[in-house]
């Protein structure tokens, strides 16, 4: 089934809809919490574009880079709402400035699929201020080299748009719940996001597999 043209319906402020929240389950291995995040995010991009996605057709519903390019561009449009709406706010914020061009017909495997998914990736270091840890490479999508880094790229994308209205997987509502509960714990003051998107001293979002000595 190939990426739907239409835009994302939702309830947000961006018009992407808030998945449901669901609980965190303990993994034997890290094979079974990378299938765990690969099923989370499908259940997210299928929910934003009315896609017949799951955990097994995952990469190959991204292999053209048609859906990449989509929701960067959706991700995009929901920034400059944002900066229409909230331009006080939005100086504390990494928004992207800029979308992405799209083949519409690329096929699997060839060269306009790959130009596809490197402009996603340029997308992704420029306008969203990724960290070079968290990427991903051309031939890790299309060759299926390193999934685990197509997995942690998207889910960091979520992290990043979520903070101006976009609907994030529910890992990252989890990851914020959890944050949140260690913040009041440990007794630490919310600080204000930087111009680049982080906080100073601000607790890093924790993979839920940490939180049961797994490696992700």
């Not at 009315?50 to 991204?62: C, P, V």
């Amino acid at each position: 089934t190939s990426p739907s043209k239409s835009q994302p319906s939702g309830r947000t402020a961006s018009g992407l809809p808030d998945p449901p929240i669901r609980s965190i389950r303990p993994f034997k291995s890290s094979e079974q919490y990378l299938e765990a995040m690969k099923e989370d995010l499908a259940d997210w991009l299928r929910n934003l574009y009315q896609l017949d996605i799951g955990s097994a057709n995952f990469l190959e519903m991204l292999e053209t880079g048609q859906l990449l390019c989509q929701h960067a561009n959706a991700v995009t449009r929901a920034a400059r709402d944002f900066l229409a709406r909230s331009p006080a706010s939005a100086q504390k914020i990494w928004l992207p400035r800029s979308g992405v061009c799209c083949n519409g017909a690329a096929q699997p495997g060839t060269f306009q699929a790959r130009d596809n998914i490197s402009n996603f990736i340029q997308w992704c270091r420029k306008e969203m201020g990724i960290k070079e840890v968290l990427m991903f490479e051309t031939e890790d999508l299309v060759l299926r080299k390193n999934e685990k880094h197509v997995v942690l790229c998207l889910l960091e994308l979520g992290r990043r748009a979520w903070r101006f209205g976009v609907a994030a997987p529910t890992l990252v509502h989890l990851e914020e719940e959890i944050e949140e509960e260690l913040r009041q714990e440990l007794a630490l003051p919310f600080q204000k996001l930087g111009p680049d998107g982080t906080e100073s001293g601000k607790l890093l979002y924790l993979p839920c597999a940490v939180l049961h000595d797994q490696g992700v």
